[in-house]
């Protein structure tokens, strides 16, 4: 029985090949978009999933005056011991060296090996195991990280560093980082295969920083007042521990602590959240994943849709085949079950033609997709099961009306042509009416989306950010941060002297790029005593000329060996209590006098609103090179030679690597360029989906009215006339559409612009574009489907009357 629906299926499929051809295309299209998002939240649900307790692993993140901070001050866990309800915790503190290096001493007077740019590397103790459980191949956790100088590498990094080694053979090899810091191999961890948010290769023991002064400066280790994310303390409660009273007890040990803000909070956030908080530098929001899958339903909506619309178009067509079936004995279930398996085969073809285009997609979406995801993981057990239930799923939700509709015809009927309006036939009209009008609402949406998200971008782009950025060069001094041999001076007045630049300067991060460096500045004033975290920058006194950033008030910084005088922004001047700027001018912060107020500039993307900002001058953190050019490109090539050149003199073992700032500011919108591309993807879809139901229909309307058409050819109608009569009940559904999908896109972009500081205005325009465009693709499907009915010589259909 089953292989005789199949060969019935494969005739009817057959006999309706243009039909089927849209519902195979229309539905592949839907399930491969499907398919592509499933896998990205798959892949993106998976991290840090197989991690044992995991539900009672949190990170300690911080909170001030208008920042959140997924890390917290260095002494913040060494003051926590007598806090209960922690069962284990682990501090981990990243390797803070731009472009780590790697030295593997090969004895017998050979050169060492070197290793440049290595990273993944974190400071901490046993009890990181604990929490993160790895396999052991040499050593353990209770020994490997205990004591100092001890260093428990990935598998992977042992092969790299050790080559000729087996793994047990490079237990007590002395690795050296950054030239200064001898290290012992002391434990060996199998590679992590599992997606992960804690994917460190190699661990060296925290115990190293304590047992030395220049290792604690460098770390900070003392310092209450800084707050930087690659230190995470990181938890796992006892069982039956609540978050709350072990976050009560932290900030009641901390609060009042000298040296930290007074609005200085800590809360646990949980280890399942880690991946989904973008304000703690998580790697994807979950509403994403929550819209990404909304997005996927109602393409594959739209396909159904289509389905569902073409086979109640063509149930006056198969009235006849179906009355005859009933006469014949068969029943209603028979009806529906062979209904259905016709579903299922289109459903089943347009899934493996989804297969096919499904790493072509993932391929042409590579910039949007996660680092991790590939083609090969269409292939995964759970991907097939997922494709199967889709295969059910979307049969029955295609199938199933259109099924019930052909089992209510009346054969008794057929013969006087009422089995369609016996049927309910005015009422299908009204369902693929009302279903096309959807089809045309969620494709307009997602076009005014688009319109939307490529106008906020565009006007993000064009805002001043308060500081020059074209024309701009970056690149670092890839050393030892805190022990710098002199050469970086050397390399300065090198590049002073190139023609082609127009000014340079040494300090560290240029005004929006970099991680959020904050610090705790205090304010003590009579009445007053405030500590407040701000931003910071540092360098030589070029910065604030070469960046084009005005000073409102006051005087630049002077060179000093310490940072004894500050420059504030704006809003920091406000925050601290003086309505004009050269009124902050003269007082004093922390320890020294505010000698200047800048102008406000952005720290970050336009996102956000600016924050409070110190300058300061400090040698000390002088390590990039920041390169204003002449405005003309014309110079450039020849001034990116010659500083190469410069380099490579006083830096021969370092490669030389650039950036231009406003590429490096283009990133910041990356995600919002991701959502373009992504509604713009959706919205092509959609409207190809819909454009195929559309001419679907337009054919069935044309094959119903053909008689129709050639009679009123014959009385003198003009092919402009045949369009427009075929067309009028689809352009007002298409305009039903817009009217609806409006307030719908409206709500929808007001809602997604309230997450920025600065939104660009919803002009009326943007709307009227997106009615426009679809209205014009509609007419361009119609009039290519009805026009060819029109040219159609009359004679050949009134010939069969």
């Not at 790697?283 to 994943?289: E, F, G, I, N, P």
């Not at 307009?444 to 565009?458: H, T």
Request: aromatic share 10%; net charge positive; proline share 4%.
């Amino acid at each position: 029985m089953p292989f005789t629906n199949l060969r019935r299926s494969l005739r009817s499929l057959l006999r309706h090949k243009i039909f089927a051809g849209i519902n195979i295309l229309g539905l592949a299209i839907g399930i491969s978009t499907a398919l592509v998002i499933y896998l990205i939240v798959q892949y993106d649900y998976s991290f840090d999933r197989f991690e044992p307790d995991r539900a009672r692993v949190y990170r300690l993140v911080t909170h001030g005056d208008g920042f959140d901070n997924a890390g917290l001050p260095v002494p913040v866990p060494r003051a926590l011991g007598s806090v209960t309800g922690i069962e284990r915790s682990a501090f981990l503190m990243g390797v803070i060296y731009f472009g780590t290096k790697i030295t593997i001493p090969q004895g017998n007077g050979k050169e060492p090996v070197v290793f440049k740019k290595q990273d993944r590397l974190v400071y901490t103790d046993g009890n990181y195991f604990s929490i993160f459980p790895r396999e052991w191949l040499a050593g353990g956790p209770a020994v490997s990280l205990k004591d100092p100088h001890q260093l428990v590498l990935s598998e992977s990094l042992v092969h790299r560093y050790f080559p000729s080694l087996s793994g047990n053979e490079a237990l007590g090899k002395v690795v050296i980082v950054n030239d200064s810091i001898n290290m012992v191999v002391s434990g060996i961890v199998k590679d992590l295969k599992a997606s992960t948010d804690f994917d460190h290769a190699a661990f060296l023991s925290l115990a190293t920083i304590a047992t030395s002064k220049g290792l604690q400066d460098q770390y900070q280790w003392d310092e209450w007042g800084s707050t930087t994310s690659v230190n995470q303390f990181m938890l796992r409660l006892s069982p039956g521990v609540t978050a709350t009273a072990v976050e009560r007890q932290i900030n009641q040990t901390l609060k009042g602590h000298k040296g930290l803000d007074s609005k200085f909070s800590a809360s646990l956030q949980p280890l399942r959240d880690i991946h989904f908080n973008l304000g703690l530098e998580g790697k994807v929001d979950k509403s994403t994943l929550v819209n990404l899958t909304l997005l996927a339903v109602f393409i594959l909506l739209l396909g159904s849709i289509n389905f569902i619309n073409l086979s109640t178009a063509q149930a006056s067509e198969r009235a006849k085949e179906i009355g005859m079936r009933k006469i014949l004995g068969s029943s209603k279930g028979q009806l529906i079950t062979r209904s259905i398996s016709e579903t299922m085969l289109l459903t089943t073809i347009a899934t493996f033609l989804s297969l096919l285009v499904a790493p072509l997609l993932i391929r042409g979406f590579s910039d949007f997709m996660p680092a991790g995801l590939d083609a090969g993981r269409l292939w995964q057990p759970q991907v097939l099961l997922f494709l199967l239930a889709l295969i059910v799923v979307m049969s029955f939700l295609s199938g199933l009306y259109p099924a019930l509709v052909l089992t209510q015809i009346k054969p008794l009927l057929i013969t006087r042509n009422t089995a369609l309006s016996t049927a309910g036939g005015n009422r299908r009209v009204w369902l693929r009416k009302t279903l096309t009008v959807s089809q045309f609402v969620i494709a307009q949406v997602l076009i005014i989306g688009v319109l939307v998200v490529n106008n906020q971008i565009r006007f993000e782009r064009s805002q001043d950010m308060g500081f020059r950025k074209d024309a701009i060069i970056n690149f670092y001094e890839m050393v030892d941060l805190f022990h710098s041999d002199g050469r970086k001076l050397v390399l300065l007045n090198k590049l002073r002297s190139i023609p082609e630049i127009q000014n340079v300067s040494l300090g560290n991060s240029a005004p929006a790029i970099g991680g959020w460096m904050t610090s705790t500045v205090d304010f003590k004033e009579g009445k007053k005593d405030q500590h407040v975290i701000v931003d910071f920058r540092n360098g030589d006194t070029n910065y604030l000329s070469l960046y084009h950033i005005p000073l409102l008030a006051g005087r630049n910084i002077r060179p000093v060996d310490s940072p004894t005088e500050f420059l504030i922004n704006e809003t920091l001047a406000r925050n601290l209590g003086f309505r004009n700027p050269g009124d902050a001018v003269g007082h004093l912060l922390t320890n020294g006098p505010i000698v200047g107020v800048m102008a406000d500039f952005h720290l970050t993307s336009v996102h956000k609103a600016i924050h409070p900002a110190i300058y300061t001058y400090d040698s000390k953190y002088g390590y990039v090179f920041h390169i204003a050019l002449y405005p003309s490109s014309n110079t450039w090539k020849s001034a990116i030679a010659k500083m190469q050149t410069a380099w490579e003199q006083v830096y021969p073992e370092q490669p030389f690597e650039y950036s231009f700032l406003d590429q490096d500011i283009a990133k910041f919108y990356a995600e919002d360029e991701h959502l373009s591309q992504l509604l713009t993807w959706a919205a092509g879809v959609s409207i190809l989906i819909s454009c195929l139901g559309l001419l679907g229909l337009v054919i069935f309307t044309a094959n119903q009215r053909t008689k129709e058409i050639g009679i009123r050819k014959v009385l003198g109608a003009s092919v402009a006339q045949i369009i427009a009569l075929l067309s009028k009940d689809f352009v007002r559904l298409v305009a039903l559409a817009f009217l609806i999908a409006v307030p719908v896109a409206w709500y929808g972009a007001h809602r997604w612009l309230r997450d920025f500081a600065y939104p660009a205005r919803l002009g009326w325009w943007l709307f009227a574009i997106g009615g426009v465009a679809m209205l014009v693709i509609s007419l361009l499907i119609l009039s290519i489907r009805a026009g060819r009915a029109a040219l159609a010589n009359p004679v050949n259909s009134l010939r069969a009357e």
